[in-house]
């Protein structure tokens, strides 16, 4: 057994100061509608717009409204009830949007997680949340997403329905999306009429999500979003990304990850935009860029990459009107590269706990690609504070990125003693982003130079090195381990193992290494992918392992071997 069968909700949730609250409500911040409201006034005003497409589906905003509120309906006859938590492990098309959104129309909380997920990590965010449904694809071409959610919901007392996505034939314990939104049994005006009696009875500032933690302990957080505020935090995005009503904007990183709803999925929508996504898959890539023109778009190195090596792609992505650049700094081939007429490329920084930044497009050339900008929101705050205290640094000095505001959380769910470390006295959020800010005649602008987190970005993905080093530990031939970013030209980092092996114990070998993790359910991208054995690891002053010369050390290495 990994969980209860059921968890309180409200007292998980960390609640907003009444004061701070009263101030978003009196901004405009935060307004008296859930975010399913907000999304059925996107359908009646853009009905005939279209409202999602992938390689093989295009959808106007009335069939993604209709659509949605059959599953939806479905989701509540099957016997699940508003407030209940639904695990998500699918890949990116339409049908992953639509089960999303019908989640959330019958009220309720969908917990966003990778479809690479494992048994580690799955059963971790079972435990924490007592979810009552599954929802996975079972074609997916990774690892058997059907087989890990039978292991959790016989582990799992809370669990009682499977939910499949995708083309392959549910079983007979199983229910898919598909066959939900297929429903005809009533009529479309009871379906919205069922829909809207869940809405009205949510708190527009209820929990509406929770989002997966990429920080630093080895244990997942979850993070809660409230309805109005995530909503919010999506419109604010795809404001700063200039985006309207004939915006096409696509998401090639996974979909149901924070930075895939809100920045892509979320944010079009707000505006009655097109939301294009595909797998990662040329072809199928190619397929969608045909149907559609694209013009706004969030690249990482490894995306970016891909395209500089297709003239195919380059060709694609001609209507481009704005490039959101999500990693520390724009490489000078993306600007020469997409900065052409129209096209701005424009720093972007955030975080599931909430803080957005981004470089707007009017300003400087030096501002967009040496900044990661501004907060997207007027009620943002920042305070830039010397690590590990309460005492602010001024303008030019680097320190630890502190927020809060209107979409920044007050506290991870159900983890006290995680809050009483990730926030200030005041309800800041500790970042664990080292930055500087700069001033711009009356405007600062920050830039991201360090991190305190202990994290390798992985093509987007944090790996908590943490984490690792703690279930490598459990190997029998392994007394120390070390666990550090080695640089990547697709990726920008990779995983590099530092072990010292028990005394008498064999040699060990990398793939015994993913063999070992694999057998314990741990999710394929962060599995080391260099090891290095030594007889010992530096040490700092503190008898800490020195990460700073294993880096350096590993950096030289593979300079060395090229």
Same mark, same amino acid.
Request: proline residues 5%.
């Given at each position: 057994?990994?969980?209860?069968?059921?968890?309180?909700?409200?007292?998980?949730?960390?609640?907003?100061?009444?004061?701070?609250?009263?101030?978003?409500?009196?901004?405009?911040?935060?307004?008296?509608?859930?975010?399913?409201?907000?999304?059925?006034?996107?359908?009646?005003?853009?009905?005939?717009?279209?409202?999602?497409?992938?390689?093989?589906?295009?959808?106007?905003?009335?069939?993604?409204?209709?659509?949605?509120?059959?599953?939806?309906?479905?989701?509540?006859?099957?016997?699940?009830?508003?407030?209940?938590?639904?695990?998500?492990?699918?890949?990116?098309?339409?049908?992953?949007?639509?089960?999303?959104?019908?989640?959330?129309?019958?009220?309720?909380?969908?917990?966003?997680?990778?479809?690479?997920?494992?048994?580690?990590?799955?059963?971790?965010?079972?435990?924490?949340?007592?979810?009552?449904?599954?929802?996975?694809?079972?074609?997916?071409?990774?690892?058997?997403?059907?087989?890990? $959610? &039978?292991?959790?919901? #016989?582990?799992?007392?809370? /669990? @009682?329905?499977?939910? =499949? *996505?995708?083309? !392959?034939?549910?079983?007979?314990?199983?229910?898919?999306?598909?066959?939900?939104?297929?429903?005809?049994?009533?009529?479309?005006?009871?379906?919205?009429?069922?829909?809207?009696?869940?809405?009205?009875?949510?708190?527009?500032?209820?929990?509406?999500?929770?989002?997966?933690?990429?920080?630093?302990?080895?244990?997942?957080?979850?993070?809660?979003?409230?309805?109005?505020?995530?909503?919010?935090?999506?419109?604010?995005?795809?404001?700063?990304?200039?985006?309207?009503?004939?915006?096409?904007?696509?998401?090639?990183?996974?979909?149901?990850?924070?930075?895939?709803?809100?920045?892509?999925?979320?944010?079009?929508?707000?505006?009655?935009?097109?939301? $294009? &996504?595909?797998?990662? #898959?040329?072809?199928?890539? /190619? @397929?969608?860029?045909? =149907? *559609?023109?694209? !013009?706004?778009?969030?690249?990482?190195?490894?995306?970016?990459?891909?395209?500089?090596?297709?003239?195919?792609?380059?060709?694609?992505?001609?209507?481009?009107?704005?490039?959101?650049?999500?990693?520390?700094?724009?490489?000078?081939?993306?600007?020469?590269?997409?900065?052409?007429?129209?096209?701005?490329?424009?720093?972007?920084?955030?975080?599931?706990?909430?803080?957005?930044?981004?470089?707007?497009?009017?300003?400087?050339?030096?501002?967009?690609?040496?900044?990661?900008?501004?907060?997207?929101?007027?009620?943002?705050?920042?305070?830039?504070?010397?690590?590990?205290?309460?005492?602010?640094?001024?303008?030019?000095?680097?320190?630890?990125?502190? $927020?809060?505001?209107?979409?920044?959380?007050?506290?991870?769910?159900?983890?006290?003693?995680?809050?009483?470390?990730?926030?200030?006295?005041?309800?800041?959020?500790?970042?664990?982003?080292?930055?500087?800010?700069?001033?711009?005649?009356?405007?600062?602008?920050?830039?991201?130079?360090?991190?305190?987190?202990?994290?390798?970005?992985?093509?987007?993905?944090?790996?908590?090195?943490?984490?690792?080093?703690?279930?490598?530990?459990?190997?029998?031939?392994?007394?120390?381990?070390?666990?550090?970013?080695?640089?990547?030209?697709?990726?920008?980092?990779?995983?590099?193992?530092?072990?010292?092996?028990?005394?008498?114990?064999?040699?060990?070998?990398?793939?015994?290494?993913?063999?070992?993790?694999?057998?314990?359910?741990?999710?394929?991208?962060?599995?080391?992918?260099?090891?290095?054995?030594?007889?010992?690891?530096?040490?700092?002053?503190?008898?800490?392992?020195?990460?700073?010369?294993?880096?350096?050390?590993?950096?030289?290495?593979?300079?060395?071997?090229?």
């Amino acid at each position: 057994m990994i969980g209860t069968e059921d968890v309180d909700i409200a007292d998980k949730v960390t609640p907003y100061p009444d004061s701070l609250a009263a101030r978003y409500r009196a901004a405009g911040f935060w307004r008296p509608r859930t975010l399913c409201q907000e999304l059925q006034e996107s359908v009646e005003r853009f009905s005939d717009r279209l409202a999602v497409v992938d390689p093989g589906v295009r959808l106007t905003y009335a069939e993604l409204g209709d659509l949605t509120d059959r599953i939806a309906t479905g989701l509540l006859q099957a016997g699940l009830k508003p407030g209940e938590r639904v695990l998500f492990q699918t890949t990116n098309h339409v049908w992953a949007v639509l089960g999303w959104y019908g989640v959330l129309k019958a009220g309720l909380v969908p917990v966003a997680t990778l479809a690479q997920h494992r048994w580690h990590e799955i059963s971790a965010i079972a435990g924490q949340c007592a979810p009552a449904a599954h929802l996975y694809e079972p074609g997916f071409a990774g690892h058997d997403l059907r087989s890990l $959610a &039978t292991e959790i919901a #016989d582990a799992q007392p809370s /669990l @009682r329905i499977k939910l =499949t *996505v995708g083309t !392959t034939a549910p079983a007979s314990d199983e229910l898919s999306i598909e066959s939900l939104a297929e429903a005809n049994e009533s009529t479309g005006q009871q379906r919205r009429l069922t829909v809207e009696q869940v809405q009205r009875q949510l708190s527009p500032e209820s929990l509406a999500v929770l989002q997966l933690s990429g920080g630093t302990t080895s244990v997942p957080k979850l993070i809660p979003r409230l309805s109005t505020e995530y909503w919010y935090n999506a419109a604010q995005w795809g404001d700063a990304m200039n985006m309207d009503s004939t915006s096409v904007a696509v998401h090639l990183l996974p979909l149901i990850h924070n930075a895939g709803i809100v920045c892509a999925l979320h944010a079009a929508h707000s505006v009655g935009a097109c939301f $294009a &996504t595909s797998p990662p #898959d040329t072809a199928a890539f /190619l @397929r969608l860029a045909s =149907t *559609v023109t694209i !013009t706004h778009m969030l690249m990482t190195r490894p995306i970016a990459r891909v395209i500089e090596a297709d003239t195919r792609l380059r060709a694609a992505l001609a209507g481009l009107r704005t490039v959101a650049w999500a990693d520390r700094s724009v490489p000078s081939a993306v600007i020469d590269e997409y900065e052409t007429g129209a096209c701005k490329v424009i720093q972007m920084f955030g975080m599931g706990e909430g803080m957005c930044m981004f470089s707007p497009r009017d300003a400087s050339a030096e501002i967009r690609h040496g900044t990661q900008g501004t907060p997207i929101s007027p009620g943002d705050e920042v305070r830039v504070l010397e690590p590990g205290s309460e005492r602010q640094v001024p303008p030019g000095t680097s320190g630890e990125l502190c $927020a809060r505001g209107p979409y920044t959380i007050r506290g991870y769910f159900a983890a006290p003693e995680r809050n009483a470390e990730a926030f200030t006295s005041e309800g800041f959020y500790r970042t664990g982003d080292i930055v500087t800010e700069i001033l711009d005649g009356d405007k600062s602008y920050y830039r991201l130079e360090d991190r305190i987190k202990d994290l390798i970005n992985r093509g987007g993905e944090k790996i908590n090195a943490e984490e690792v080093e703690l279930l490598l530990l459990r190997h029998e031939g392994i007394e120390r381990a070390a666990l550090v970013a080695m640089p990547d030209s697709r990726l920008g980092e990779r995983a590099c193992a530092f072990v010292v092996l028990r005394q008498g114990s064999e040699a060990i070998e990398l793939e015994t290494i993913k063999q070992f993790l694999s057998d314990q359910g741990v999710a394929k991208f962060k599995w080391p992918e260099r090891l290095e054995i030594r007889t010992e690891l530096p040490l700092t002053n503190i008898h800490k392992v020195n990460k700073a010369i294993l880096r350096e050390e590993i950096a030289t290495l593979l300079a060395d071997e090229r």
